[in-house]
């Protein structure tokens, strides 16, 4: 299995501290979006754990798909210890660059421009511009426009659960991470597209998900903003778009 291979051949050369051929089995992506320097790669991977003297062996297991499980394990047995002791824990996803197998490491699983428009619910238009998938999380780049008459808020932040994906069962939601975005970053003005960037607690091996929805949206902000009572506040809308990851 050359894709395997791979990975355990990237161990290896850790292992024998051949840090920059190993660093050349990186992709491009994940060079660009995690290990943009050899030496930030050396630094931050590799030192910590390959350097010390103790005897150590590579594991690579199949995890989802193109993603490996791929572990370092050290070697106990002159403590007095049988078993190993796991000192690295990663996923390792392998693609095709050039012909040539190359690697996306740390739990970076890949990068793919979308440009899909969703259509408009609301008069609220969505346009998936593009995703990022690690193995806890993905990344969703979305470019929203306002055609409501009024300045609105895609999400009040009146509660942490009302953007989410959904799956094909309603009860099976992945929440976005509501605290990495600033309220200001989900206000719209009247005829303004805003491109916004949301996080998704969405696994890679969790289930497919069907839909992007936003819960929570406000449609008049200066009258939110008038508001004395804002958690009452009712002149609010839910919209969902039909988007299917994987």
Request: proline share 1%; net charge neutral.
């Amino acid at each position: 299995n050359v894709v395997q291979e791979t990975v355990e051949k990237f161990g290896t050369l850790l292992l024998n501290q051949n840090y920059e051929q190993a660093y050349n089995l990186l992709s491009t992506d994940c060079k660009n979006k995690m290990y943009s320097d050899f030496n930030i790669f050396r630094n931050n991977y590799c030192r910590t754990i390959f350097e010390s003297s103790a005897k150590k062996d590579v594991k690579v297991e199949k995890y989802n798909g193109p993603t490996y499980k791929f572990q370092i394990n050290q070697d106990r047995t002159s403590e007095g210890i049988i078993e190993n002791k796991n000192i690295l824990t990663d996923y390792i996803t392998v693609v095709k660059e050039n012909d040539q197998e190359r690697l996306n490491i740390s739990g970076y699983i890949g990068f793919q421009e979308i440009n899909k428009d969703l259509g408009e619910k609301s008069n609220i238009g969505c346009i998936v511009k593009s995703q990022e998938v690690y193995k806890d999380y993905i990344i969703l780049k979305l470019t929203m426009t306002n055609k409501t008459g009024k300045k609105i808020m895609l999400d009040s932040g009146r509660s942490t659960q009302m953007m989410y994906l959904q799956g094909q069962n309603e009860n099976f939601k992945w929440k976005a991470v509501r605290s990495e975005i600033l309220d200001s970053g989900l206000i719209l003005y009247n005829n303004e597209s805003l491109t916004v960037t949301i996080k998704y607690n969405k696994p890679i091996t969790s289930s497919e998900s069907k839909h992007i929805v936003f819960e929570d949206v406000i449609l008049d902000y200066d009258a939110y903003q008038r508001s004395t009572n804002k958690s009452y506040f009712s002149n609010t809308t839910s919209i969902t778009y039909d988007y299917r990851i994987g």
